[in-house]
Nanobody, 124 residues
Framework: QVHLVESGGGLVQAGGSLRLSCTASGGTFSRHGMGWFRQAPGKERELVAAINMSGGSTYFADSVKGRFTISRDNAKNTVYLEMNSLKAEDTAVYYC?????????????????WGQGTQVTVSS
């Protein structure tokens, strides 16, 4: 069983930056593909970014390309989401996710483990 704990959310002005962190315990972190979903009020969860087990392959939603970066440190069992040039529409609860497979996966049901979520609010 993998336990995920997110940190780094908060309130930021439009144009600002935040870095989310997610630390995993249990399991073997370096064998898991990781990702970040977000869910805004009244909307479905959407995949924002994903990274494979080695960190050599990444995915970004079109809405965040060029603004967000995902990375991982397998020695620290931690995955990061660096968010720059934040917009009001980035406001959501952000969830760290992990999958037993080591690749990149794209839908909610692919992921086996979920963090509790961290709120990101961007004021315009």
């Amino acid at each position: 069983q993998v336990h995920l704990v997110e940190s780094g959310g908060g309130l930021v002005q439009a144009g600002g930056s935040l870095r989310l962190s997610c630390t995993a315990s249990g399991g073997t972190f370096s064998r898991h593909g990781m990702g970040w979903f977000r869910q805004a009020p009244g909307k479905e969860r959407e995949l924002v970014a994903a990274i494979n087990m080695s960190g050599g392959s990444t995915y970004f939603a079109d809405s965040v390309k060029g603004r967000f970066t995902i990375s991982r440190d397998n020695a620290k069992n931690t995955v990061y989401l660096e968010m720059n040039s934040l917009k009001a529409e980035d406001t959501a609860v952000y969830y760290c996710v992990a999958v037993r497979g080591g690749g990149i996966y794209y839908i909610v049901d692919d992921y086996d483990y979920w963090g509790q979520g961290t709120q990101v609010t961007v004021s315009s």
